[in-house]
């Protein structure tokens, strides 16, 4: 195929080229407002995100301030008697756990192993 061709198929092709590019061009356009929308949606998305978070941190710091009015009696709400309960035996089981430690590290012997038996000297 020669240039002259080549040519008469670029004039015979021309229109159906221009239309292409011209719906190309569009489509891209279109997809770059497509792109601004989800990349606004998105930052909405994360923000809402984020305030959930805030929320979650604040209600986990609101419920260790009521846990510890409940423990020293400072506030009484009848539906978190349970809770109290819990949390009290709780803080039993650490102070038990934190006077083993105690135990442990000054060397005491004679007292109970984990196992429940005796230790011997």
């Known amino acids: 195929m020669d240039t002259k061709d080549l040519g008469k198929m670029m004039e015979k092709y021309r229109p159906v080229l221009d239309k292409l590019g011209k719906d190309m061009g569009a489509a891209a356009k279109k997809g ?3 792109i601004v929308k989800i990349s606004k949606s998105l930052k909405i ?3 809402m995100l984020g305030l959930a978070l805030q929320k ?3 209600y986990y710091e609101i419920g260790k301030e009521v846990a510890k009015m409940l423990i020293e009696g400072e506030v009484q709400v009848p539906g978190l008697d349970k809770y109290k309960k819990s949390l009290e035996k709780m803080r039993r089981e650490d102070e038990k756990r934190q006077r083993a430690m105690v135990r ?3 060397g ?3 007292r109970k192993s984990s196992a429940g038996q005796e230790q011997k000297k």
């Open 32 to 34: 770059e407002e497509n």
């Open 45 to 47: 998305q994360l923000d």
């Open 56 to 58: 979650e941190r604040l």
């Open 104 to 106: 442990i590290s000054s």
């Open 108 to 110: 005491k012997k004679g």
